[in-house]
Nanobody
Framework: QVRLVESGGGLVHPGGSLRLSCAAS????????MGWYRQAPGKERELVAT???????RYSDSVQGRFTISRNRAQDTVYLQMNSLKSEDTAVYYC????????????WGQGTQVTVSS
């Protein structure tokens, strides 16, 4: 079992910044992919940013150039630095990790609310 603990959400004005953190703990044999998704009211959950075992980083077009994903390998922690926030970034942000070798599983965090409003 893997546990994900997220932090860093909140209320920010347009143009502001926030930093999200997600710490993974438990039985982690290998992290294949780790990153962030978000879900706005009335919309489907969508990818924000992820990195994979090959150190490839993927960003959604809507956050490219404004958000930066990073990782502390030693602590199995991933961060999302969000700059130049817009009202359309308002959503619940979920941490996701894909772990395992012969048996692969996805785990999700509980979600953290990010609200961008004046």
């Amino acid at each position: 079992q893997v546990r994900l603990v997220e932090s860093g959400g909140g209320l920010v004005h347009p143009g502001g910044s926030l930093r999200l953190s997600c710490a993974a703990s438990g039985r982690i044999i290998r992290i294949n992919r780790m990153g962030w998704y978000r879900q706005a009211p009335g919309k489907e959950r969508e990818l924000v940013a992820t990195f994979d075992i090959g150190r490839n980083i993927r960003y959604s077009d809507s956050v490219q150039g404004r958000f930066t994903i990073s990782r502390n390998r030693a602590q199995d922690t991933v961060y999302l630095q969000m700059n130049s926030l817009k009202s359309e970034d308002t959503a619940v942000y979920y941490c996701n990790v894909n772990v395992g070798t012969t048996e692969v599983r996805d785990y999700w965090g509980q979600g953290t609310q990010v609200t961008v409003s004046s």
